[in-house]
């Protein structure tokens, strides 16, 4: 089991950055595949990013490719959502979530932190 805590949220400019932080707890957060997700209100929660355990392997939803980067740093039991070129649309609440096989759908995550606040002002 891994518990998962969002930071870094806030409010940007469009054409701003910001990086948002997930600490992991636990020993084994290397065995995990990590995912972004993100929820605007009233709209359904969908995958940003994912990144395999050791980090080599990334995939990113279509519209946040080439602005949003996922990295991990496993020895900090942290992954890591560098967004850059923000828009108004990424405004959202955006969680970690963690699973051992990856994927980009919401079910197949077992673990997720409790989100943290995004908003990117026009």
């Known amino acids: 089991q891994v518990q998962l805590v969002e930071s870094g949220g806030g409010l940007v400019q469009a054409g701003g950055s910001l990086r948002l932080s997930c600490a992991a707890s636990?020993?084994?957060?290397?065995?995990?595949?990590m995912g972004w997700f993100r929820q605007a209100p009233g709209k359904e929660r969908e995958f940003v990013a994912g990144i395999n355990q050791k980090g080599g392997s990334t995939t990113y939803k279509d519209s946040v490719k080439g602005r949003f980067t996922i990295s991990r740093d496993n020895a900090k039991n942290t992954v890591y959502l560098q967004m850059s070129i923000l828009k108004p649309e990424d405004t959202a609440v955006y969680y970690c979530a963690a699973n051992y096989f990856g994927g980009t759908r919401r079910i197949q995550y077992d673990y997720w932190g409790q989100g943290t606040q995004v908003t990117v002002s026009s």
């Open positions: 636990g020993r084994t957060f290397s065995a995990y595949a």
